[in-house]
């Protein structure tokens, strides 16, 4: 799995989230947390889009390429900052997993499911989404 490092920056109600080495893929959101998750949809969306052109994705840069980028070190100065997101791609089929787990885990699993009204393996699709989101 590819992870891209991009630029947060702005205020409370207003972040906004630009992708240096994916050149005009952007998002935003009013939390950070918001912005990250919006992005991460971003760089898929653009992915998705090169592809189907047939153009190549962009390796990503590391922190510390990206920091001897002249832009980049401009929008640090002034405040961003760095985060990293992951591309994830949806193949579209579903494959089976055979998990094991506390039975006590498992139950509450699937009362939390249904109190959302989705089933097991979209709970922990769900679930599994964010936690990566969270950790870049």
């Not at 990503?60 to 001897?68: D, G, I, T, Y």
Request: glycine share 8%.
């Amino acid at each position: 799995m590819a992870r891209y490092i991009v630029l947060i920056d702005g205020k409370a109600g207003a972040y906004g989230v630009t992708v240096p080495d994916m050149p005009g893929c952007t998002s935003g959101a009013a939390t950070t947390d918001q912005a990250l998750r919006n992005a991460m949809e971003a760089i898929r969306l653009w992915a998705e889009d090169a592809i189907a052109d047939g153009e190549k994705l962009p390796k990503p840069r590391s922190a510390e390429q990206l920091r001897k980028d002249k832009d980049v070190a401009a929008a640090l100065a002034s405040g961003a900052a760095l985060a990293i997101v992951p591309l994830i791609f949806d193949s579209g089929r579903p494959a089976k997993a055979n998990l094991s787990m506390d039975s006590g885990l498992l139950e509450a699993i699937d009362e939390a499911a249904s109190a959302r009204g989705l089933t097991r393996s979209s709970f922990l699709a769900t679930a599994a989404r964010e936690k990566i989101a969270r950790q870049g």
